[in-house]
């Protein structure tokens, strides 16, 4: 069994390794046996998560997908237009 003291002190040290930084991680006292406080805990599990990903998403740069070029030199703006010229490249 774990101290409370014990549990608090290793929250607010492995607070320092995360993107809560300063904040401590909450520590509940669940039981499996009663299910007591098991919802809350996975709950708070589950909104940290949500919190992560958004912040992996900010974090990370976007990725720069750019327009397709046409290599043919065709006019393909949907159809219209003169169909029996061809545009020359160069």
Request: charged share 20%; hydrophobic share 30%; net charge neutral.
């Amino acid at each position: 069994m774990v101290s409370r003291e014990q549990a608090a002190d290793w929250c607010r040290t492995a607070a320092s390794n995360t993107i809560m930084g300063s904040h401590p991680l909450p520590h509940f006292e669940a039981s499996a046996k009663t299910s007591e406080s098991v919802e809350e805990a996975f709950q708070e599990a589950a909104r940290r998560a949500l919190v992560y990903e958004e912040h992996k998403k900010k974090s990370q740069p976007q990725l720069f997908i750019p327009p397709p070029i046409n290599l043919r030199g065709h006019n393909n703006n949907g159809g219209s237009g003169n169909n029996n010229s061809q545009q020359q490249c160069c």
